[in-house]
């Protein structure tokens, strides 16, 4: 959030200058300024942001890893959910999400930022400072982006660059018939939130505090990631678009089919409670929550499982890949098949 | 341009289906399908779009470049000026204009799409469609990037990855007292372009044919940007914002002064005879022409202009730097000071 001069956060709405006032060059010369970090980070960066791109070496041997994710304002997000600095730390996040499903590091990123020429410029270095306080945190640096007045809504694009041991990359087309389904954390809490923002649904303060933390501050499972790779896990992805869609990815990828087991999803414990049956829905397809889905081969299951470290989020098997087509739901292992529930998109304007 | 069936290329605004109809996971599948290129392509990237990112091997003690630009619609360009493919091509163009500043070989891009609901999804395969002949024009592959609904208008968000020997990079900040200030190709075409579709100026055909080429269909100097790092150039920027402001960039980076000599700019040759006396402003100000400016030593300058490839656009020296402050006009070198021109945004909107 941005923060005023006694460190409070406030939310958007800040006065003048404007990006008109100030103009587009004086901007991106105060977000570069933002985004300076002390010298010698250590990430590699050869030329720094402010040059016309930035140059950066990779640590020798690895294997550089890029994507690149746009958040847009009633799309994913509105202005008054939230504050600036948090869009900003969002946008990284969600960004970041795609190197965690690819068991890489983080190292650089570069943010576009397209904004109405009304926007207080306060707000944008809001955004801005949000952003590169998630990058520290996460071990990148802002190297560089763009600026551009918008006769529409906010646009933030970040383009993210990490690296991986050669050849150690969790990939999507990696499964195998067998394989079991491990995915990490929980499910639903970011579609709760987003029914508690657009909807007058009404929980216990606490069930509000995390389902609208899963949304509005999501968090990139890297190390998560990482211990995947590190474990010789070959296969994953993240779950930006629900367990559905995202196991359907992974599973088309592959040449696989796969079966997903309701009973053993590991569910936000007060969906079913404030959702009714819509909690099917919300932890299938909710989407948004940015955990990792991985297939695991039989033989590496019981050890992955029991040396996962205690300090990252929990393994549960929630499904296997099989020699089908297409994802399957049963209740359980050997169950009955249950009918798949309508996926709902992740962005909350089309619903 | 989008082409139908038999080649042609039109403007924007085809029928159905639109973003709506086909939903954005299938149109990114489509966009990615769009940018599949044979196997073997030789750009080192491991694995390829589809996956949650790129990954990419830089070449054995190669540094990774890295820049990210958005063309936005009604800032940048409007949907009447032009088509989708020209769009797409534009967008890369103007991303690759700071590899090419850097002396950096283009090898990847992430390309993020913006776009209304009800835009056909055809203009938007026909967008992905320029960018990627352009980037195989350029030796360079889509990557991955993403796809969002937008309640506003057209976004192109292209980031760019490139390649340069260790050391090598063609920096800002590299510029020293004495430098000559260098040009390639001519300045002001873009701007005269720009007059012409958002004014009732009216020229000859093939005056207005080059102009509109210039602003529709930049090309970024990236030969010229690696023939200068090659030939030892450690100096550059290129003009995106005009040469006023970037060569007051260059200076300030470099912390020189600089003096510009209005005879000596390369002007293109119908720019005096059409605007009149505004053919300053466009020349020095209007930016959009992609041009590179380069600082070079005085002990290097002859060589480079003797062994400067004719198969090249042709370098101008148009001023120097030196030990003064900011960027000051005279009509040539030793003459008289002149009154600097009010510098034109890069925006049409703003002018």
Known sequence: MTTDATGARRPFGAGPPTLTDIGEA???????????????????????????????????????????????EGEDFLRDWTDPESVGERALQVALSDLAAMG????????????PADTAAADLLGIQRGLCAAARATGCRVAGGDVSAIAGPLVV????????????ALRRDRGRPGDALVVTGTLGGAAGGLRLLSTSLDVPAPVAERWL??????????????????????????????????????????????????DALPCDPDLPRHLGAAWVEAALGGGEDFELVAAVSPEHLAGLLAGWPADLRPLRVVGRLDGGRGV????????????????????FRQR
Do not use: M
């Open 26 to 72: 004086e901007l991106l010369r105060r977000l570069v300024e933002a985004a300076r970090v002390e010298p010698g980070g250590g990430t590699g960066l050869v030329v720094e942001s402010g040059d016309d791109a930035a140059v950066w070496r990779a640590p020798d041997g690895a294997e550089v890893v890029l994507s690149q994710d746009a958040i847009v």
């Open 104 to 115: 890489a590091l983080p190292r650089l990123c570069l943010v576009t930022l397209c904004a």
């Open 328 to 347: 399957r739901l049963r209740g359980r292992e050997g169950g009955e098949a249950l009918p798949l529930p309508a996926v709902l998109s992740r962005h």
């Open 157 to 168: 694009d970040v383009a993210v660059v990490g690296v991986v041991a050669p050849g150690r």
């Open 213 to 262: 933390s899963r949304q509005l501050h999501p968090l990139a499972r890297l190390a998560e990631g990482r211990a995947l790779a590190e474990r010789g896990v070959a296969c994953a992805g993240d779950l930006s678009d629900g367990l559905l869609v995202d196991v359907a990815r992974i599973a088309g990828a592959s040449g696989c089919g796969a079966e997903l087991w309701l």
